[in-house]
């Protein structure tokens, strides 16, 4: 199982949009989003559960593909606080069991102020 | 309420020694699960604690590594002899036993660094 994300990374002004992708060749119960900063641990912005979910937490937005292999990540008039490397994960469930995580690379964000 | 936490945050040693890395969940949580990263290279799993029992230790490399979680509480991650490939942040989550969404929080990591 593998997570790709794209893009890679992502230069842009404050104020701008921007979206990222997280894409998967297998299905996923649970899709997960999470920030990292420099020298700490990813921290947890949303989950999705339900196939062609829409959450929308203040100015970003996230999407789960009807497909469950897929999830979008939006971020309406970015703030130089959203730098910072986003990552997308995707976890299955094995006889009620909660399994590991599968993490795509993420995608570097800069905003600029 | 605390945050996973995780000792210590950086650690440099020599090859052919001996490394032991802490986890302590957030309290309450019976699932605990290490992970690692290596420059370059995404998040991987290592395995994971229902309590104190193993219930997939399907990442662990080699048999240089061995996690323990003695008691269900805090769980500690051995590296024995390390190696130059052992280099890498080494992340520790938890999450609650029970719940579909698989929540998992996660610890600052320790960077372990192998000269």
């Known amino acids: 199982q593998q997570l790709n994300q794209s893009p890679q990374s992502m230069f842009i002004q404050e104020g701008e949009d921007v979206s990222m992708n997280c894409t998967s060749s297998?299905?996923?119960?649970?899709w997960l989003w999470y920030k990292q900063d420099p020298g700490e641990g990813p921290v947890l912005l949303v989950t999705v559960v339900t196939g062609g979910e829409v959450k929308k937490l203040k100015r970003l937005t996230f999407q789960f593909g009807d497909a469950r292999k897929d999830s979008s990540l939006h971020i309406t008039a970015a703030q130089p606080g959203d730098t910072g490397l986003y990552l997308c994960a995707g976890a299955s469930y094995y006889g009620g069991s909660q399994g590991n995580l599968i993490f795509g690379k993420g995608t570097k964000l800069s905003v600029k102020p | 309420e605390a945050g996973v936490t995780q000792f210590p945050s950086h650690s440099v040693i020599e090859k052919g020694q001996t490394v032991t890395l802490r986890c302590d969940p957030i309290?309450?949580?019976?699932?605990l699960y290490w992970y690692r990263r290596v420059m370059g290279k995404e998040i991987k799993f290592l395995l994971h604690f229902v309590k104190e029992s193993k219930q997939d230790e399907s990442g662990m490399p080699n048999n240089r590594f061995l996690a323990e979680r003695t008691g269900g509480t805090y769980s500690t991650l051995k590296v024995q002899p390390a190696e130059l490939e052992d280099s890498g942040v080494y992340f520790c989550a938890s999450s609650q036993i029970h719940g579909s969404s698989n929540e998992q929080f996660f610890g600052p990591g320790t960077r372990l660094t192998v000269l």
């Open positions: 309290s309450g949580h019976d699932n």
């Open positions: 297998s299905i996923f119960n649970t």
